[in-house]
């Protein structure tokens, strides 16, 4: 069976200066596959529309900034994800520079400056306290980390899903 994904991006805007990432609280909307979560910006990419113009287009919309520097950290297959068992290739991009300052909302929840050290505590000490100020999907966890590693290479993994839960992650660099 070919695999028929929805396309997206996924990005984390990175104030460098603070050391804090930009996240989204989704709780704006109770019929959100992803109500309860917290996760970077994106969405799905347009037809006609370059991954790169996807991101940009997400972060206009969703923080109300303009990208200067996107990069790619790495690409992610995800197999029945969610409620609705969604085929998706996920595009990850880190951003450190930007124009526009972000609202304290958006349509999907509340927009929170969160420093990256409890970002990243939260996905390797998922019952420590960052865990329950970050409820992230249990797979971000194990991807996230290597968005904001020092390895310059991208990463290329693919995390199968049964709804809510991830049964496995593999990746590789290149």
Known sequence: ???????????????RDRDAVLLVRRNARIDDDHYGKVNGLGGKVEPDESIVDGVRRELREEAGVEL????????????????????????????????????????????????????????????GDDASHLPLWEGD????????DDDPRSFHGTMPYDGDLPLSWKYERL
């Open 1 to 15: 069976m070919a695999f028929t994904p929805l396309v997206g991006t996924l990005a984390y805007l990175w104030d």
């Open 68 to 127: 200067v520097d996107p990069r790619l950290r790495g690409t992610i297959t995800w197999t029945n994800f969610g409620p609705k068992r969604e085929q998706w290739l996920g595009f990850v991009f880190v951003a450190t520079s930007w124009t526009g300052t972000p609202p304290p909302s958006n349509d999907e929840g509340e927009l929170e400056w969160v420093p990256r050290t409890s970002l990243l505590s939260a996905c390797t000490n998922p019952d």
């Open 141 to 148: 966890r194990h991807f996230v980390p290597l968005v904001f």
